[in-house]
C-alpha cells in the first residue's frame, strides 16, 4: 500500500512543515475552553486537545496520536501512523484522515465532511458523518444509531502486486448508511454485518451482507 500511503503522507508534511504550531519529538497539549487559531502540527509527538476548545485550522501527527476532548470544535484532524480519538459532542467541520492506526469517535460526535482510513480501523458510535467513508484496508464499525449520510467506499489499492484481503463492516444499534455501500478493489473481499436495527438505504456493489 505503499502509493497509497503517499497520498497522504506527503500533503501531510507539507502541510507541518509550513505550520503554524509546529513541534518535533515533542507533544503539544491545548488546555480545556482555549481558542488556538493557527495549524497544531507535530512529527514524533501526541496533540491532546481539551474539553470545550475551539481550534479554528488543522490538527496533523506523523508518529504520533490526537486525542480531541468533549464538547471541543476542529477543524480537520490528519495523522499518520497513530491514532485519532474523538471526544463526545465534539463537531469536526471537515475530515478525518489517517494511514496505519484507528479511529474512534465518541457518542454525539459530527464529522462534517469525509472520514479516510488507509489501513487500521474506524469504530464510530451515536456519530454522524455528513459525507462519505472511504478505505484501502480498514475495518469499519458503526454503532449506537450511528449514521453515514453518504456512502462507504472501498478504494481500488495503487499497488499493482497489492495481496488478497478482506475488510469487514458492522452496522448495529441502529445504524444507517444513507448511501451506497462499493467495493471497487476487486483484491478485497468486503463482508457487511448488520443486526440490531442496522441498515443500508442504497445499494450494494460487490459486497456480501450478512444479517445476524
Given at each position: 500500500?505503499?502509493?497509497?500511503?503517499?497520498?497522504?503522507?506527503?500533503?501531510?508534511?507539507?502541510?507541518?512543515?509550513?505550520?503554524?504550531?509546529l513541534a518535533i519529538e515533542r507533544d503539544i497539549h491545548v488546555e480545556s475552553g482555549r481558542t488556538v487559531r493557527g495549524s497544531i502540527n507535530v512529527i514524533d509527538g501526541d496533540i491532546t486537545i481539551g474539553s470545550g476548545c475551539l481550534i479554528r485550522s488543522s490538527c496533523r501527527t506523523v508518529d504520533g496520536d490526537i486525542e480531541v476532548g468533549r464538547e471541543s470544535r476542529v477543524d480537520n484532524l490528519?495523522?499518520?501512523?497513530?491514532?485519532?480519538?474523538?471526544?463526545?459532542?465534539?463537531?469536526v467541520r471537515r475530515n478525518v484522515e489517517l494511514v496505519d492506526g484507528d479511529i474512534v469517535c465518541r457518542s454525539g460526535v459530527v464529522v462534517g465532511g469525509n472520514i479516510n482510513a488507509i489501513d487500521g480501523s474506524i469504530e464510530i458510535e451515536n456519530t454522524t458523518?455528513?459525507?462519505?467513508?472511504?478505505?484501502?484496508?480498514?475495518?469499519?464499525?458503526?454503532?449506537?444509531?450511528?449514521?453515514?449520510?453518504?456512502?462507504?467506499?472501498?478504494?481500488?489499492?495503487?499497488?499493482e502486486h497489492d495481496r488478497y484481503r478482506r475488510?469487514?463492516?458492522?452496522?448495529?444499534?441502529?445504524?444507517?448508511?444513507?448511501?451506497?455501500?462499493?467495493?471497487?478493489?476487486?483484491?478485497?473481499?468486503?463482508?457487511?454485518?448488520?443486526?440490531?436495527?442496522?441498515?443500508?438505504e442504497g445499494r450494494v456493489d460487490d459486497v456480501e451482507v450478512i444479517r445476524r
Open positions: 500500500m505503499r502509493l497509497n500511503r503517499n497520498l497522504l503522507i506527503i500533503p501531510v508534511m507539507l502541510f507541518i512543515v509550513a505550520g503554524c504550531h490528519q495523522s499518520v501512523d497513530g491514532n485519532i480519538y474523538v471526544g463526545r459532542d465534539v463537531v458523518v455528513k459525507r462519505d467513508i472511504t478505505t484501502y484496508d480498514a475495518d469499519i464499525r458503526l454503532d449506537d444509531q450511528s449514521r453515514v449520510e453518504g456512502d462507504i467506499v472501498i478504494r481500488r489499492s495503487l499497488d475488510i469487514t463492516i458492522e452496522i448495529s444499534g441502529g445504524s444507517v448508511v444513507e448511501g451506497d455501500i462499493v467495493n471497487r478493489d476487486e483484491n478485497v473481499d468486503v463482508r457487511v454485518y448488520l443486526s440490531g436495527g442496522g441498515r443500508i
